[in-house]
């Protein structure tokens, strides 16, 4: 035998409920039940989704808002970065004049530092571009049917033959 306790009823599983004194309700009354629990699903699911319509509508227009705000203070940080990296590389050359230095190297100095941050920023750009492509979401709405990708036999798509990658 078995320590654990059974959880099964006094009179088996075939007992029927006991009794309450109510009598089971006509057929025609369950359908009219069932129906009426049909409509109010129905409704519950159509103020859901007018809810989350609500929801994502107002999420949108925050996002453009924001979008906007960081599109104007990216532009001033932009501006003030460029003048700011002016005045140093002036001041770098002024101190490389200093040290005996002749105009062209501390010019060239300058100018190397330059492009190569610049060609740093333009790498890690390129990477990050590749996150916005949603490749993931892709996938997973390709698994469910709901999104394909454009195919070489689709005579409407606008796709590259060569196998580079856009």
């Known amino acids: 035998m078995s320590d654990q306790a ?3 009823a006094p009179g088996g599983a075939d007992t029927p409920p006991p009794d309450s004194g109510e009598k089971a309700p006509r057929l025609d009354e369950s359908i009219r039940q069932v129906g009426e629990a049909g409509r109010e699903t129905v409704d519950s699911a159509k103020h859901t989704l ?17 979008f906007g705000r960081a599109l104007a203070w990216a532009g001033v940080a ?3 970065g460029a003048s700011a990296w002016l005045l140093l590389a002036g001041t770098l050359i002024a101190l490389m004049q200093r040290w005996g230095m002749s105009w062209f190297h501390s010019l060239l100095i300058t100018s190397i530092i330059s492009l190569l941050v610049t060609g740093y920023a333009m790498w890690r750009v390129s990477f990050f571009f590749r996150h916005t492509g949603m490749h993931a979401t892709r996938r997973q709405l390709s698994r469910l049917g709901l999104y394909d990708e454009p195919s070489e036999e689709d005579p409407d798509a606008d796709v590259d033959t ?3 990658k856009r």
């Open 6 to 8: 059974q959880s099964t």
């Open 50 to 66: 007018r809810s989350l319509r609500r929801l994502a509508s107002a999420d949108f227009a925050l996002a453009r808002s924001a």
């Open 78 to 80: 932009i501006v003030f």
């Open 162 to 164: 060569t196998g580079v």
